[in-house]
T-cell receptor, first 114, second 112 residues
């Protein structure tokens, strides 16, 4: 299994540009989440999904859109990039229910908005 | 889910020494997880302790949980340079899909 993969690894955008951060997992996990991590901070939840077709907002959703058309993929879209969105973005997934709550994280996408 | 607060924020020790970091949280939990993040990488799950457990071991890791004090500790014994990383706790109140919440973590540096 590749686990959770994210592309691209690095990205530089100009203010106002849009882009999509890709996230995919091959573990058949129902739950997927997007986080952002700013220097010296913990991870803040942006959006999450409990399954295909179902998404919900996390702590800091403004400026981001998500969709979940398949179990495997959970792309994050920046509609109009702003310097405040400069951050490292992590995608994570886990199984629904059961006794395991372990989250699996991707390697991250480092985004700079100028 | 609720955010845990790790303490200390930074810890520097000599290789071979033991490292202890603590986590406090506010409301009752179902389980508490510890994660490690190496520089520039994603978080990696280390260990999970359930609310009805008081202590758990995994290799050189020992986790304790005191639900009466709403606190947990992570002990890394015989530290190695490769243990240099940030460590995060994630108190989990249930099986909610809304992801875990992470604080600022403890940044551990192992001096050679």
């Amino acid at each position: 299994n590749a686990g959770v993969t994210q592309t691209p690894k690095f990205q530089v955008l100009k203010t106002g540009q849009s882009m999509t951060l890709q996230c995919a997992q091959d573990m058949n996990h129902e739950y997927m989440s997007w986080y952002r991590q700013d220097p010296g901070m913990g991870l803040r939840l942006i959006h999450y999904s409990v399954g295909a077709g179902i998404t919900d907002q996390g702590e800091v959703p403004n400026g981001y859109n998500v969709s979940r058309s398949t179990t495997e993929d959970f792309p994050l879209r920046l509609l109009s990039a702003a310097p405040s969105q400069t951050s490292v973005y992590f995608c994570a997934s886990r199984l629904a229910g059961g006794s395991s709550y372990e989250q699996y994280f991707g390697p991250g996408t480092r985004l700079t908005v100028t | 889910s609720q955010q845990g607060e790790e303490d200390p924020q930074a810890l520097s020790i000599q290789e071979g020494e033991n490292a202890t970091m603590n986590c406090s949280y506010k409301t009752s939990i179902n389980n508490l997880q510890w994660y490690r993040q190496n520089s520039g990488r994603g978080l990696v799950h280390l260990i999970l302790i359930r609310s009805n457990e008081r202590e758990k071991h995994s290799g050189r890791l020992r986790v304790t949980l005191d639900t009466s004090k709403k606190s947990s500790s992570l002990l890394i014994t015989a530290s190695r340079a490769a243990d240099t990383a940030s460590y995060f706790c994630a108190p989990n109140s249930g099986g909610g899909a809304d992801g875990l919440t992470f604080g600022k973590g403890t940044h551990l540096i192992i001096q050679p």
